[in-house]
């Protein structure tokens, strides 16, 4: 087996957040004595991730295994688990499109899983894939922002992210409880419920908390047994399938709002995965691989159990909410198909809570590898976690679990759009600094491809946000304005030396665009 090892420079810090790389990990210096330019005189600068550096040495072994390359050793994630943990960071299922045909009708409700994975979905998972297979580290979009665009915009793409993700992850204990409700209906509120969220909680905090290897194979159970359902009942409902059903469509009675943060909510999140990428196998021909697979997958996931549910029954537009599609199941195969279909919808909640938990967590490690947030944040747990990451997850999750759903998914859009208009930024301003650098996966356009690919899910992004409620606006905006102000902070904690802050020795600098 041939190994290329390669040998790079140390890496310090300057007092601009410069980063050049080592053999070690290093504090950052607090002091700015106004030196930090004469001792960089003599040191050459590190070039943007991929790009080739004509000083490093490369050295060539014909034989043997390669050392980790990180100090922590555990299992990285193979392509069939990465598969289903990206549809469960971005769909889980048709759990929550129900919404769609309430607000639009059956038509419009099919059209939209058919036509928006090409304005959103698609563009998201390629610019994912080639900025990811760029920059394969945990921190994932906080890194191609940083490069892009510098520190204090790549923390202020951490803090919007992580917030809209622990804000979705506030979601999944209670559409869990929502499924369980009409079998058990203690759960429908009161203590039982407010106790049984709080366990359900910890019960998957611990799970995620265990490591990512058993996230992955609970991903590809949960994912098998959430989906099976559907096919049974499609197989049942053919004889009842009436097509002239699924074009039904009234615009006069369309709620705009709902309908498009129903799409939004249940197909984006494509980029989470980034976050994950130092814990991959080999990520720069995986993860595009896993992308594509889990694209298919979800587009199919969502599409055939709409056009099972509105082509087999008489459309009650009032009756689709959350949760159903256990009813419909109960009209067509019985109170045996009903129960398996609460369950599944239960379970991948679950699926869907470890997979953003996730996300979430490896993000925070990632910018304490970076040195935006304290060191304690980049400690790791015997299982290979970031249990300090996962801590504080959790902790959000349990305080914004009293939100309604409507309000949840309106907020977490809101903030999600914000980060997603800094990645657009970040991905074409690298292309036009750095057009030759090498891209393990690159999109095969040039860079007025580039901005073109970036046009539509821009217009989304302006929709969504001009459709959102006064009271998510003003919720979102104080959130943004509080990262504007908190990166600055942390800056002062670490000149004070309060906290301690240090750049991981394992990563390669970045070169700020």
Not at 122 to 150: D, H, K, Q
Not at 271 to 289: A, F, M, R
Not at 449 to 469: E, K, Q
Request: charged share 15%; hydrophobic share 45%; net charge negative.
């Amino acid at each position: 087996m041939k190994i290329t090892v390669v040998e790079l420079q140390p890496q310090t810090t300057n007092s601009n957040g410069t980063y050049l790389s080592s053999n070690s990990q290093v504090n950052r210096p607090d002091d700015d004595d106004g030196n930090d330019d004469k001792k960089l005189e003599n040191q050459q600068p590190y070039f943007a991730m991929g790009e080739e550096h004509n000083d490093a040495e490369y050295v060539t072994i014909d034989e043997g295994p390669s050392p980790p390359t990180h100090s922590h050793n555990h299992t990285k994630v193979s392509l069939c688990p990465l598969i289903f943990l990206i549809f469960y960071e971005v769909s889980g299922g048709p759990f929550g499109v129900e919404d769609s045909v309430n607000a639009a009708g059956p038509l419009l409700a099919l059209l939209g899983f058919l036509v928006f994975p090409f304005i959103w979905s698609v563009p998201e998972a390629l610019i994912t894939a080639e900025m990811g297979t760029m920059f394969p580290e945990n921190g994932g979009y906080v890194v191609w922002v940083s490069s892009a665009l510098g520190p204090y915009w790549g923390f202020q793409q951490g803090w919007v992210k992580w917030l809209s993700g622990v804000i979705d992850n506030a979601l999944y204990p209670v559409m869990f409880l929502d499924y369980l409700k009409s079998a058990i209906p203690a759960l429908e509120g009161g203590y039982p419920r407010t106790l049984s969220a709080l366990g359900l909680t910890l019960l998957l905090t611990f799970m995620s908390y265990r490591g990512l290897t058993i996230v992955g194979v609970v991903a590809i159970l949960l994912g098998i047994f959430s989906l099976l359902p559907f096919v049974v009942m499609g197989l049942i409902s053919i004889p009842k399938l009436e097509p002239a059903r699924w074009f039904v469509v009234s615009l006069h009675g369309v709620d705009w709002n709902l309908y498009l943060n129903t799409l939004f909510w249940n197909l984006n999140y494509w980029d989470s995965i980034s976050t994950l990428s130092g814990e991959v196998d080999n990520p720069k021909k995986t993860l595009p691989k896993a992308l594509f697979f889990a694209l298919i997958l979800v587009v199919v996931g969502y599409f055939f159990p709409l056009l099972i549910g509105t082509g087999a029954l008489p459309l009650e537009r009032q009756l689709w909410t959350d949760g159903y599609f256990s009813d419909i199941a109960k009209l067509l195969g019985g109170v045996w198909l009903q129960y398996w279909m609460q369950g599944a919808a239960a379970m991948s909640n679950m699926g869907m809570f470890l997979a953003e938990m996730s996300s979430d967590s490896f993000q925070l490690l990632g910018m304490a590898e970076r040195g935006m947030l304290p060191e304690f944040f980049a400690k790791r747990s015997r299982h290979g976690t970031p249990f300090i990451g996962i801590l504080f997850s959790a902790s959000g999750v349990v305080l914004l679990s009293w939100l309604s759903f409507q309000e949840i998914v309106a907020a977490e859009n809101f903030l999600y759009c914000f980060g997603m208009i800094l990645e657009f930024i970040a991905f074409i301003r690298l292309r036009m600094k750095y057009p030759a650098v090498s891209r393990p996966y690159k999109i095969p356009v040039g860079t007025v491809g580039s901005c073109i690919l970036c046009v539509p899910p821009t217009i989304l992004i302006c929709i969504v946000l001009a459709l959102s409620t006064l009271k998510v606006a003003v919720i979102s905006l104080v959130a943004v304005v509080i990262g504007l102000f908190m990166q600055p902070c942390l800056k002062y904690i670490e000149k004070k030396r309060w906290v301690k802050f240090s750049v991981s020795a394992e990563l390669p600098d970045l070169h700020y665009a």
